[in-house]
């Protein structure tokens, strides 16, 4: 995560099965495709699963960059980063300080707004 070095970045956790997800991971994705030339970097976290199912699912969605799979939670994200159900998306600002969480896309919007348009 720390690889990215844009002033925002939003940590997606995520199951590639979990049925919210998948509508909000193509919504999350054009929120990103709107904003990434601004200032928003994007982080997913699949929290569950079969890697090679994963893999299929960052490829059919377009999560090209910057994920990890981490069912064992082996990273310690789970520290930093609650999750109680998927999908979660969380906000750093440019000092990686947590500014929103448990949003969803409609809101993230605005949470850019106000973070990269200054």
């Not at 299929?56 to 799979?69: C, M, P, T, V, W």
């Not at 999908?87 to 750093?92: A, G, N, R, T």
């Not at 947590?98 to 707004?113: F, T, V, Y």
């Amino acid at each position: 995560i720390y690889d990215l070095k844009t002033p925002v970045i939003v940590v997606y956790i995520f199951s590639y099965d979990c049925e919210n997800c998948q509508k909000e991971t193509p919504k999350l994705m054009n929120v990103y495709n709107l904003w990434k030339d601004k200032g928003m970097g994007l982080f997913t976290i699949g929290i569950d699963g079969e890697k090679e199912k994963w893999k299929a699912y960052l490829q059919k969605n377009g999560l090209s960059r910057f994920n990890i799979f981490d069912p064992k939670n082996e990273t310690g994200f789970r520290l930093k980063y609650h999750v109680d159900v998927t999908p979660e998306i969380y906000v750093l600002n440019k000092d990686r300080k947590i500014i929103a969480s448990n949003i969803g896309s409609e809101a993230l919007q605005e949470i850019l707004k106000k973070e990269l348009i200054k």
